[in-house]
Nanobody, 115 residues
Framework: QVQLVESGGGLVQAGESLRLSCAAS????????MGWYRQAPGKQRELVAVIRIGGSTDYTESVKGRFTISRDNAKNTVYLQMNSLRPEDTAVYYC?????????WGQGTQVTVSS
């Protein structure tokens, strides 16, 4: 019954910004970890950023200094602020949430960055 719904993707020009949102529903238990993954055509899915319940974060090297992950625990929502976007950021971005015994994925939202 748990669902994750992403929003905020779109087509932008290089250097512009987007903010992705992902709202989890269907569970009243605490989400320990929330993160964003992405997958470009012909490439493996990779972790972009993760935020833990205590607020600590990790980012993949290519987005450090440009992307910021945050969460609103009251709303069970995770955000990804993406600044200084590059064409190589083009991918389908997937939201992920991890409870103590459950992992859920969103359907994905397309981010396209034109040069």
């Amino acid at each position: 019954q748990v669902q994750l719904v992403e929003s905020g993707g779109g087509l932008v020009q290089a250097g512009e910004s987007l903010r992705l949102s992902c709202a989890a529903s269907g569970s009243r238990f605490i989400i320990y970890n929330m993160g964003w993954y992405r997958q470009a055509p012909g490439k493996q899915r990779e972790l972009v950023a993760v935020i833990r319940i205590g607020g600590s974060t990790d980012y993949t090297e290519s987005v450090k200094g440009r992307f910021t992950i945050s969460r609103d625990n009251a709303k069970n929502t995770v955000y990804l602020q993406m600044n200084s976007l590059r064409p190589e950021d083009t991918a389908v971005y997937y939201c992920n949430a991890q409870w103590s015994t459950l992992v859920a994925w969103g359907q994905g939202t397309q981010v396209t960055v034109s040069s």
